[in-house]
């Protein structure tokens, strides 16, 4: 092994040690110190009513989908005992878990050599900016959407019939959680429509996943209380408010929570435009297109929600830092095979 390949990696390990370590070290500080969110309490009674038997909408008003105090009622011997320090804790170790897979979905995209550097963009990107982590600490939906969002797009990128199948059923998972993920999962339906001849079939499979995903969720909750669900959702989508000087408001939160995010999606946007015409920069396009279309779609639909809060936006945000860390490594990749085409040709000469 060469000693400069020996050094960049061993430059890229202590890389991705540093950044676990500051997202552990802050995901602790926001467990420990963090801003009390009334959302805490309400979502964590839910859980606690699941785990002594009892269930949404039935036996008790939520105006989320069941999936989260479902998941946090089940694991609630785990974190029960700790009250919300154990409720935070939980939703710690969800919120790594997923920057730690947008991570994989990024390096997935790439040769080997930039797999290790394109994990630890996007989980720092991430993991590492204290709005993220905070949001993905306090108890609330945004951890488990994350991930049930990183984990459907890891297995999209697959286009494999069962692969396919079991994107749908987690896209399911997350509209279960969060129904404005509705949105990520028509995007990733029309997108696998559009690649009908690549891959034959794939939507088909997609929408069975997502429907009997449904189903499974969603299913025993309309035949046991249709009527206390539908009030429950109706309530929440009747609140009045918001408008396009909120939705102004919280673009410009989320671009100053996520300013360095903002910077590398906009300078990787920028290369993509720049060389669109190269094969690299168009294969490696064509990989992040499903991510940004779900993104955005869920972008749009919270931003047209009638109080979009810029916190809503924190599940789809690895997604984006997966898109941006692919592409700004992508395009090193080309610039290091340009300049070894350069240097081979001035050898020859």
Known sequence: MKPSAFKFQLSTLHIALFVSLLA???GMANLIFGDLNQDEG???YAAQNVMRGQLPYRDFFFTQGPVMPMVYGVLSPLWGAFGVIGGRALTLVLGLAGASLAGLLAARTLPKEHRAPAWAVT????ACSVYHSYFTVIPKTYALVSLFLVCACLLLSRLRPLA???AGALFACATATRISMAAGAVAAFVWLLFQHRRAPWQWLFFGLGGTLGLLACLGPFWWMAWDQW??????HAAREGGGLMMVAGSAA???RGYFPLSAVGTMAAFLTIKNRMRSNAIECSRDVIPWISVGAAILA????????YDDYQVPVMPLFAAAA????LSYKRFLNAQRNRTEQSDAVQ
């Open 42 to 44: 309400w979502y964590l």
């Open 164 to 166: 396919v199948f079991f």
């Open 24 to 26: 552990l070290a802050l």
């Open 123 to 126: 989980f720092a990107l991430t």
């Open 301 to 308: 639909a919270q931003w047209l929600s009638p109080f979009p």
């Open 230 to 235: 539908l009030f429950a959702n109706r309530f």
């Open 253 to 255: 939160r989320l671009l």
């Open 325 to 328: 860390a692919a592409t700004q």
